[in-house]
């Protein structure tokens, strides 16, 4: 059975302090690893795919990479208005169905 | 440029009614998904169509309908309501390959 497992469920930060969220998958056959953002009563975001390991995307203060295990989403010198819950998804079969993790609630405070 | 659109945002319903979630996207986009989001359970698909004209059950399909009625709409039908389903359902769509884009969910209790 396809599994994603995020870790941890909650991470306070200050602003300025740089940490990564994780993302540990076991799938059969991987086609793409998702990275969304998800604010309070709104719907997820999409901020990356990955598609293969070694690779790396870079929005803004966020980064993306994969390894064959699992993913991680750096944050470097967040700020408060990074808070959010973050979620990372694995795409595995047909139609483009996404297995998602439980999300990492990321807050920032001054 | 709209995306997802899901109508109603908030819904109460009694035990035992019936509803019918409503969502249409605007990027012509081929696949088009229903989850739903509970705490500490994540995001589980209920049903997905890769395509006009196909609909397949995902996950946790027990107790709902859908159907695509063309490519931008694509409905989710509660046909008997129970507590168990009071959630925030998501509908999405995307290209093959590429990551979803969310509406902005509906909030569904049921008593």
């Known amino acids: 059975e396809d599994q994603v497992t995020q870790s941890p469920e909650a991470l306070r930060l200050q602003e300025g302090e740089s940490s990564s969220l994780n993302c540990s998958y076991t799938v059969s056959g991987l086609r793409g690893l998702f990275w969304y953002r998800q604010d309070p009563g709104k719907g997820p975001e999409f901020l990356f795919t990955l598609y293969s390991a070694g690779e790396e995307k870079e929005k803004e203060r966020l980064k993306a990479t994969l390894t064959k295990k699992e993913s991680f989403l750096h944050i470097t010198a967040p700020k408060p208005e990074d808070s959010a819950t973050y979620l990372c998804?694995?795409?595995?079969?047909?139609?483009?169905?996404?297995?998602f993790g439980t999300g990492t609630q990321l807050k920032v405070e001054l | 440029n709209a995306g997802v659109t899901q109508t109603p945002k908030f819904q109460v319903l009694k035990t035992g009614q019936s509803m019918t979630l409503q969502c249409a996207q605007d990027m012509n986009h081929n696949s088009m998904y229903w989850y739903r989001q509970d705490p500490g359970m994540g995001l589980r698909l209920i049903y997905y169509s890769a395509s006009e004209g196909t609909t397949d059950k995902g996950e946790v399909p027990n107790g709902y309908n859908v159907s695509r009625l063309n490519k931008r709409e694509f409905s989710l039908r509660l046909e008997s309501a129970a507590p168990s389903q009071t959630s925030v359902y998501f509908c999405?769509?995307?290209?093959?390959?590429?990551?979803?884009?969310f509406g902005s969910g509906t909030r569904l209790t049921v008593v």
């Open positions: 998804a694995a795409n595995t079969g047909g139609g483009n169905k996404l297995t």
């Open positions: 999405a769509s995307s290209e093959s390959g590429e990551g979803y884009t």
